[in-house]
């Protein structure tokens, strides 16, 4: 059996160890919130890139760079980091643009590019309708019969019997 002594010894050294080893006993009990830092950008802004865009072009899709060259204008950073609050994982994603002039010449980084990247835009054409001809005005459905779709409910009048006059 355990005498007061030995008990006491084991109840400190269980409330020392706990002490010791602090929050991280807790740490799934503690609310951590997502970090997020630099450019989000969607894979759809960077497909719209083209060589020989300008640098007010780049900018109104991509937005403004987290750094510039600042010896030369001609390289613009963007780069994103997550951090997730509650498992830690970090994501790392950038993108750099290189110019030369005022006119994209090349593009790196984690980002795919789309297949039509090398042709300017300028020279780049929209998607067309083969059959314009086919091509109908979408009116709205019209029902032929003019019944509303739920009938309203009217409360019927009914004859109530008259009360008979009862003699005084």
């Keep these: 059996m355990i005498n007061k002594k030995q008990s006491l010894t084991l109840v400190s050294a269980v409330a020392l160890s706990l002490s010791m080893s602090g929050c991280s006993v807790f740490d799934w009990l503690i609310y951590k ?6 450019n989000y950008m969607e894979t759809q802004q960077v497909e ?7 640098k007010e072009q780049t900018e109104y899709i991509l937005g403004r760079p987290v750094l510039r060259d600042s010896f030369a204008d001609d390289t613009w ?11 830690a994982k970090i994501t790392h994603k950038e993108l750099i643009v290189h110019f030369t002039g005022d006119k994209i010449s090349s593009v790196t980084g984690d ?3 789309s297949s039509d990247f090398n042709t300017p835009l300028e020279l780049s054409t929209l998607p067309s309708v083969n059959d314009a001809a ?16 739920v009938e309203e409910e009217r409360p019927t009048l009914t004859n109530q ?8």
């Design 33 to 38: 919130p997502d970090i997020p830092q630099g």
């Design 48 to 54: 719209k890139l083209r060589i020989d865009m300008s």
């Design 77 to 87: 950073y963007y780069v994103y980091h997550f951090k997730s609050g509650r498992n």
């Design 111 to 113: 980002y795919d590019l």
């Design 134 to 149: 086919d091509l109908q005005p979408l009116l709205p459905e019209v029902r032929p019969d003019a019944k509303p779709l």
């Design 161 to 168: 019997p008259e009360k008979a006059n009862e003699p005084d």
